[in-house]
Nanobody, 121 residues
Framework: QVQLVESGGGSVQPGGSLRLSCAAS????????MGWYRQAPGKERELVAR???????AYADSVKGRFTISRDNAENTVYLQMNSLKPEDTAVYYC???????????????WGLGAQVTVSS
């Protein structure tokens, strides 16, 4: 069993910063790709940023230059540093991970429960 737990959400004024963390725990042999997605009210879930085990990264155009994804492989943790936040960044942010369990099973698209980020003056 693999669990993902997000932390670090909250409320901030436009132009402010927040840092999200997501820790994976359980019977994990290796985490491959990890990512952050978000879902705003009335909208579909969308990719924000993703980081491979090689640390190659990909970002949505809307967050390039403002958000930075990073990971700590030893701690099975992924981070999302969010700067210059805008009201349109308001959403529930979900952590996602793929990997392999200690008994050799591949897991894909595991999700955390989400962290609310609200950007408002």
């Amino acid at each position: 069993q693999v669990q993902l737990v997000e932390s670090g959400g909250g409320s901030v004024q436009p132009g402010g910063s927040l840092r999200l963390s997501c820790a994976a725990s359980g019977s994990i042999f290796r985490i491959n790709a990890m990512g952050w997605y978000r879902q705003a009210p009335g909208k579909e879930r969308e990719l924000v940023a993703r980081i491979a085990s090689s640390s190659n990264t990909a970002y949505a155009d809307s967050v390039k230059g403002r958000f930075t994804i990073s990971r700590d492989n030893a701690e099975n943790t992924v981070y999302l540093q969010m700067n210059s936040l805008k009201p349109e960044d308001t959403a529930v942010y979900y952590c996602n991970a793929d990997g392999i369990t200690k008994d050799g099973r591949v897991f894909r698209d595991y999700w955390g429960l989400g962290a609310q980020v609200t950007v408002s003056s």
